[in-house]
């Protein structure tokens, strides 16, 4: 399974692209961990350095919406707040039952999943209006 980073996902506002950048770093790296047998300790300590900066990457989004008056803010943000339920729910159950085989396969493959199907059919709609209404090449 791939967590790089390919050209077809950028929104062609260069900060965006090098925060989803980021963000797919984190969790190739969080695979990795999981791939390597990582202990519990270990795997949540990178979940929640990977949580910090996914709320750091909507909160950013989400202030540009508002402020750029955005129509979709608001199904947008859903979007947002469902993900990092699921991602708390994951964080829960590494927590209290430790890691598997099983666990691992689905953080992985959801998050990765989650992140592309997100970048490609609801933030590259967010930056078409942004880049409409207004110079926003940098944050
Ligand atoms: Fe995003
Ligand atoms: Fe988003």
Redesign the pocket.
């Known amino acids: 399974m791939s967590y790089e980073w390919t050209d077809d996902l950028s929104?062609k506002i260069e900060w965006?692209d090098n925060?989803?950048k980021e963000?797919l770093k984190q969790i190739d790296f969080l695979a990795l961990a999981f791939d390597a047998g990582k202990g519990k300790e270990e795997i949540i300590h990178t979940l929640k350095f990977l949580q910090d900066y996914i709320l750091v990457?909507?909160k950013d989004?989400e202030e540009l919406q508002i402020k750029y008056n955005y129509p979709y803010y608001l199904a947008h943000k859903k979007l947002h707040t469902e993900f990092i339920e699921d991602f708390n729910k994951f964080k829960y159950q590494v927590v209290n039952h430790g890691t598997s085989s099983y666990l691992a396969h689905e953080v992985k493959q959801k998050l990765n999943d989650w992140?592309r199907n997100?970048?490609n059919l609801?933030?590259k709609r967010m930056a078409e209006h942004l880049m409409e209404n207004n110079d926003l090449t940098s944050a």
Request: proline share 0%; charged share 15%.
């Open positions: 929104t965006i925060q989803h963000l990457h909507f989004e992140l997100h970048i609801v933030d």
